[in-house]
């Protein structure tokens, strides 16, 4: 008989935004707030639906807990961004589901059978999980509530490493030169990380000799 209660669930995982200006996202919460950056994923061609390139990016809030945002390249603003009451975050008519979708709430759980626990609720409920998904560091369940808003339930697969840490950097340090640029993409993003990495690697080697002495 299992002894875990009823109520599994560890905290948030992270609550997850869609942005049109990386940039000034970046500065908003990394320099000014300085919530550090932890992770990112760069797409391509991913999702049920025919997905844009995207980037998607977190930042450690403290607590275990992080905020998430997606760029979407190619992605035109609706609506007036300006306008508090009336911004695109209302999201228009016509606005594509995988942007409504990146709005979503990801609450944390310790364990694979405490993951498939909620797996079981759910699919006996009347809101089953519509897709179970391996990411490059967690296992996530996801289904919508009964307002329409996405809910995800994740599980860490394993931790994340400096090495990671130190690759999110680089990813958001490209994504801002290229999202203030002309026409940015994934590719645009990719390419001038290799060049941010390939400038930086004779100050790592430094560092990294300094350290081992």
């Given at each position: 008989m299992s002894t875990k209660p009823e109520h599994r669930v560890q905290g948030v995982d992270h609550a997850a935004f869609p942005t049109f200006d990386p940039a000034a996202t970046v500065r908003f919460y990394r320099d000014v707030l300085r919530f550090p950056v932890v992770h990112s994923i760069c797409a391509a061609g991913w999702g049920p639906e025919k997905h844009p390139d995207f980037i998607h990016f977190f930042f450690d809030i403290g607590g275990g807990d992080r905020i998430a945002f997606f760029y979407y390249f190619g992605l035109e603003q609706t609506g007036d961004a300006d306008a508090p009451g009336d911004s695109w975050a209302r999201l228009p008519e016509g606005t594509p589901q995988y942007f409504v979708n990146s709005r979503h709430l990801a609450i944390h759980v310790a364990d694979e059978d405490d993951l498939l626990e909620y797996r079981r609720r759910l699919d006996e409920s009347n809101w089953p999980v519509e897709m179970q998904v391996m990411h490059e560091t967690i296992e996530?369940?996801?289904?919508?509530?009964?307002?329409?808003?996405?809910?995800?339930?994740?599980?860490?697969?394993?931790?994340?490493?400096?090495?990671?840490?130190?690759?999110?950097?680089?990813?958001?340090?490209?994504?801002?030169?290229?999202?203030?640029?002309?026409?940015?993409?994934?590719?645009?993003?990719?390419?001038?990380?290799?060049?941010?990495?390939?400038?930086r690697a004779a100050q790592w080697a430094a560092d990294h000799e300094a350290a081992t002495r």
């Amino acid at each position: 008989m299992s002894t875990k209660p009823e109520h599994r669930v560890q905290g948030v995982d992270h609550a997850a935004f869609p942005t049109f200006d990386p940039a000034a996202t970046v500065r908003f919460y990394r320099d000014v707030l300085r919530f550090p950056v932890v992770h990112s994923i760069c797409a391509a061609g991913w999702g049920p639906e025919k997905h844009p390139d995207f980037i998607h990016f977190f930042f450690d809030i403290g607590g275990g807990d992080r905020i998430a945002f997606f760029y979407y390249f190619g992605l035109e603003q609706t609506g007036d961004a300006d306008a508090p009451g009336d911004s695109w975050a209302r999201l228009p008519e016509g606005t594509p589901q995988y942007f409504v979708n990146s709005r979503h709430l990801a609450i944390h759980v310790a364990d694979e059978d405490d993951l498939l626990e909620y797996r079981r609720r759910l699919d006996e409920s009347n809101w089953p999980v519509e897709m179970q998904v391996m990411h490059e560091t967690i296992e996530s369940i996801y289904t919508h509530d009964p307002n329409g808003y996405m809910v995800e339930i994740t599980r860490a697969l394993r931790a994340v490493t400096p090495q990671e840490d130190l690759d999110a950097e680089l990813t958001i340090d490209a994504l801002i030169e290229v999202a203030e640029g002309d026409s940015p993409s994934l590719e645009k993003l990719l390419t001038r990380k290799a060049e941010l990495i390939v400038q930086r690697a004779a100050q790592w080697a430094a560092d990294h000799e300094a350290a081992t002495r």
